[in-house]
């Protein structure tokens, strides 16, 4: 199988000749600046010229070398936004700073920092009002501007054989509040005064929207997955009730589901599948249902090591239904501190629960972080080709 049928296999539930391979389609499944060159270092490669994929979270493009070296399956496609657009810090004293289209203050460490931290909100205060929201400087998500080139990419990764995935605007919902109006205000709001989380939460759902249907008319029927996200889990439970979620966010997420398919639906070629991949850490197990039944066909990144979240569990309860993409190995110990065979027998353990029947793509818990050694992405990348065959 090419890499298309192989995926297309896998998310249509049946069994392909391996288990897909995922790295860096989206700015949730790849790899930081220093992984990347340690690793490219390792294998031999060349990594210039360096392009991010997100560079709050430090996270680059990989080199078509090292995605052809290690046999990945999907290419992704990467709008303009604040996150992947070139910045110009400014002077902070021990950090650099800057402030994004959004209105968010970011910074980073001078002396070795690993990433870019966000330190203001452009809506913080103990309250929030419509005069407020509107009165703030929003980005202009239906700029065509956004999307300049990524057809022609699309097509070549097609012609390669490859899946391709676009991903969105930004971050979820419930986190781009929280960046807005800063994490404790926005909980607040949402228990004590809901209907100015709503504002805040109405007005981000139609920024997204906008990016859709200025970037799908152009872009559906050249693209296989579209990726949207908001995380709800926290290592041992959900940072909201789910009496909470289904009050407040499930009809705006529904809303925006049910919005970007009827677009994917009027572009794509006769025959051809499009599918809604969402992403969203944590433990999330008492979402999952909710997510299905509004149309994701893809969760990720299968946070294995939250409460609620074991493996084989998901597999047995919700693997007929969504195809899980991630998960495939332990990133928070296994991962950057076990030895290779460590690093293998744990990969070992989680295809065993999540490649049964298909409805499975492998890729990491989240990115590849900076302490990660070469040895062991080499370790799983091999123990994903030696367990990982139907």
Same mark, same amino acid.
């Given at each position: 199988?090419?890499?298309?049928?192989?995926?297309?296999?896998?998310?249509?539930?049946?069994?392909?000749?391996?288990?897909?391979?995922?790295?860096?389609?989206?700015?949730?499944?790849?790899?930081?600046?220093?992984?990347?060159?340690?690793?490219?270092?390792?294998? $031999?490669?060349?990594?210039?010229?360096?392009?991010?994929?997100?560079?709050?979270?430090?996270?680059?493009?990989? +080199?078509?070398?090292?995605?052809?070296?290690?046999?990945?399956?999907?290419?992704?496609?990467? !709008?303009?936004?604040?996150?992947?657009?070139?910045?110009?810090?400014?002077?902070?004293?021990?950090?650099? %700073?800057?402030?994004?289209?959004?209105?968010?203050?970011?910074?980073?460490?001078?002396?070795?920092? #690993?990433?870019?931290?966000?330190?203001?909100?452009?809506?913080?205060?103990?309250?929030?009002?419509?005069?407020?929201?509107?009165?703030?400087? *929003?980005?202009?998500?239906?700029?065509?501007?956004?999307?300049?080139?990524?057809?022609?990419?699309?097509?070549?990764?097609?012609?390669?054989?490859?899946?391709?995935? /676009?991903?969105? #605007? +930004?971050?979820?919902?419930?986190?781009?509040?929280?960046?807005?109006?800063? @994490?404790? =205000?926005?909980?607040?709001? /949402?228990?004590?005064?809901?209907?100015?989380?709503?504002?805040?939460?109405?007005?981000?759902?139609?920024?997204?929207?906008?990016?859709?249907? @200025?970037?799908? !008319?152009?872009?559906?029927?050249?693209?296989?997955?579209?990726? %949207?996200?908001?995380?709800?889990?926290?290592?041992?439970?959900?940072?909201?009730?789910?009496?909470?979620?289904?009050?407040?966010?499930?009809?705006?997420?529904?809303?925006?589901?049910?919005?970007?398919?009827?677009?994917?639906?009027?572009?794509?070629?006769?025959?051809?599948?499009?599918?809604?991949?969402?992403?969203? +850490?944590? =433990?999330?197990?008492?979402?999952?249902?909710?997510?299905?039944?509004?149309?994701?066909?893809?969760?990720?990144?299968?946070?294995?090591?939250?409460?609620? @979240?074991?493996?084989? %569990?998901?597999?047995?309860?919700?693997?007929?239904?969504?195809?899980? *993409?991630?998960?495939?190995?332990?990133?928070?110990?296994?991962?950057?501190? $076990?030895?290779?065979?460590?690093?293998?027998?744990?990969?070992?353990?989680?295809?065993?629960?999540? @490649?049964?029947?298909?409805?499975?793509?492998? =890729?990491?818990?989240?990115?590849?972080?900076?302490?990660?050694? !070469?040895?062991?992405?080499?370790?799983?990348?091999?123990? /994903?080709?030696?367990? $990982?065959?139907?």
């Amino acid at each position: 199988m090419d890499s298309r049928e192989r995926i297309l296999t896998t998310l249509a539930h049946k069994e392909p000749d391996r288990v897909p391979y995922d790295l860096a389609s989206m700015q949730c499944t790849g790899i930081h600046i220093r992984a990347y060159r340690r690793l490219c270092g390792y294998l $031999g490669i060349d990594p210039e010229p360096i392009e991010f994929a997100d560079v709050y979270q430090q996270v680059v493009r990989p +080199c078509e070398r090292l995605l052809d070296r290690l046999g990945v399956d999907t290419r992704g496609l990467y !709008p303009l936004t604040s996150h992947n657009s070139r910045i110009t810090p400014a002077d902070a004293g021990d950090y650099w %700073e800057h402030v994004d289209a959004w209105g968010f203050t970011q910074r980073m460490p001078k002396d070795n920092g #690993l990433w870019w931290s966000q330190v203001g909100s452009p809506l913080d205060g103990l309250t929030v009002t419509a005069e407020q929201i509107a009165g703030h400087t *929003w980005p202009t998500p239906a700029d065509p501007r956004m999307i300049t080139g990524l057809r022609d990419q699309a097509l070549t990764y097609r012609a390669q054989g490859k899946i391709v995935v /676009l991903k969105g #605007l +930004c971050a979820g919902l419930f986190e781009m509040a929280q960046r807005l109006r800063g @994490m404790e =205000n926005i909980l607040c709001d /949402l228990a004590a005064d809901p209907g100015a989380a709503c504002l805040v939460l109405d007005r981000i759902l139609e920024l997204k929207k906008q990016f859709w249907a @200025m970037a799908l !008319p152009t872009l559906a029927d050249v693209v296989d997955i579209v990726a %949207e996200a908001d995380d709800y889990g926290t290592q041992q439970s959900q940072l909201i009730s789910h009496e909470m979620f289904r009050a407040i966010f499930r009809p705006r997420l529904r809303d925006l589901i049910v919005f970007i398919r009827r677009l994917l639906d009027r572009a794509r070629p006769s025959g051809e599948q499009r599918y809604v991949f969402f992403h969203s +850490c944590g =433990n999330i197990r008492p979402f999952l249902a909710d997510f299905i039944d509004m149309g994701i066909d893809i969760i990720n990144p299968v946070h294995i090591t939250a409460q609620g @979240m074991d493996p084989y %569990e998901l597999k047995r309860d919700f693997g007929r239904h969504v195809t899980f *993409w991630g998960g495939g190995v332990e990133t928070q110990n296994v991962f950057p501190y $076990g030895t290779p065979r460590q690093v293998a027998e744990n990969v070992r353990r989680n295809l065993e629960a999540l @490649m049964p029947g298909g409805g499975y793509v492998f =890729n990491t818990i989240h990115n590849i972080q900076a302490d990660v050694p !070469p040895e062991n992405i080499v370790a799983m990348w091999e123990a /994903l080709r030696e367990y $990982g065959r139907y």
